[in-house]
């Protein structure tokens, strides 16, 4: 017990001589006591990411302004971003390792082609009549659908409806940036290729395997369909009986891996009138309502997510989701930092 007391109080850096400390600045370095609780708290760690909601009316009428404010050509990718008080608006993250933004489309514009180093995926928010081109793979662009542009991929969105089209971008922008290692590159337009990965992997536990070979690409599928997850979980809720979640990974349908290989991905279904406790994990969660109506809790803050709402909490925080419909399900999607967290070795699920 006497150890312990020994460093509940750590020396401060007002404590040494101005002399002493001017001989560090000047040989650029810095004492590590000071500042040791701070990146070595006890028992959870420093959290900057702040239980934001963000919701989709407040940001869709601004989106819609910015259509008309700036065209395609001076903004090349029309975005407001949806940043994290607690990380300063500036710095434009959703949490630690997580950039969120909502990305307006207009009929007949193009989003020219480009590749960046982060990892992106879009999950359709409104509208008909889009596409994304990833690596010469033509992906529609309906609401609810996940699209993946992964990390060197040559990527642009077309146009071709009459109504605004808008979707939820989450990039691993954060990390990448902060490793020092985030550029893009501008390309020609793509030829479209044969093939599409969302038709070939349409149905569970069977993969393509032409002339006895499966598929070398890095990522087969860059399309998971709305209609797909959702006609799975329903189809799970009915064989589930029990209080588990109803809830589905988005993976790599060759490998079984998270989809990609930074953000984890899924989709999840609460049936009408259920109340699902989240357990605290490490990782800090991206909820977006999709369908119906859920009451959110995180520790004092709650909140109602309604159809197209965007909302984010910080890790080791318990969530609880409830339906606040009686009679209909909600679904919601879901992104979080959980395969960053294990490949780092610190992922946690604290029940």
């Not at 969105?157 to 990039?171: A, N, R, S, T």
């Not at 490793?179 to 990965?197: A, D, F, I, K, R």
Request: glycine share 8%.
């Amino acid at each position: 017990m006497e150890d312990n007391k020994r460093f509940d109080t750590l020396g401060r850096l007002e404590d040494l001589p101005q002399a002493y400390r001017d001989q560090l600045t000047q040989r650029n370095l810095v004492p590590l006591w000071p500042s040791l609780r701070g990146v070595l708290p006890p028992n959870i760690p420093t959290r900057k990411t702040q239980t934001t909601h963000w919701r989709y009316s407040e940001v869709r009428e601004l989106l819609i302004q910015a259509g008309e404010l700036t065209p395609i050509e001076k903004a090349e990718r029309r975005v407001l971003v949806l940043a994290n008080p607690g990380h300063g608006l500036t710095n434009m993250q959703a949490s630690a390792a997580m950039y969120l933004g909502m990305q307006l489309l207009l009929p007949g514009e193009l989003a020219p082609v480009h590749r960046h180093t982060p990892n992106a995926v879009r999950m359709v928010v409104e509208g008909e009549g889009a596409w994304t081109l990833v690596g010469g793979e033509k992906c529609p662009m309906q609401r609810g659908d996940l699209i993946l542009t992964p990390t060197g991929l040559w990527h642009e969105h077309g146009h071709d409806g009459k109504d605004p089209v808008i979707w939820l971008d989450v990039l691993d922008l954060p990390l990448v940036y902060y490793t020092e290692t985030s550029y893009h590159l501008e390309g020609p337009s793509q030829s479209v290729t044969e093939g599409q990965g969302f038709k070939a992997y349409a149905r569970g536990g069977v993969a393509p395997t032409k002339v006895f070979q499966r598929s070398s690409k890095a990522y087969p599928m860059l399309r998971y369909p709305w209609a797909d997850a959702k006609a799975a979980l329903l189809s799970l809720a009915e064989e589930q009986t029990g209080p588990d979640a109803v809830q589905v990974t988005y993976v790599n349908p060759e490998t079984g891996a998270d989809a990609e290989n930074i953000l984890g991905f899924y989709a999840l279904m609460l049936r009408p009138g259920e109340t699902l406790r989240l357990p605290a994990r490490s990782p800090a969660q991206v909820f977006h309502q999709i369908e119906g109506q859920t009451d959110v809790q995180v520790e004092t803050t709650g909140f109602t997510l309604v159809e197209a709402d965007t909302c984010c909490a910080p890790g080791y925080t318990a969530v609880t989701l409830k339906n606040r419909s009686a009679t209909a399900p909600a679904f919601l999607f879901v992104a979080d930092e959980a395969p960053l967290h294990r490949k780092l070795g610190v992922y946690e699920n604290r029940g």
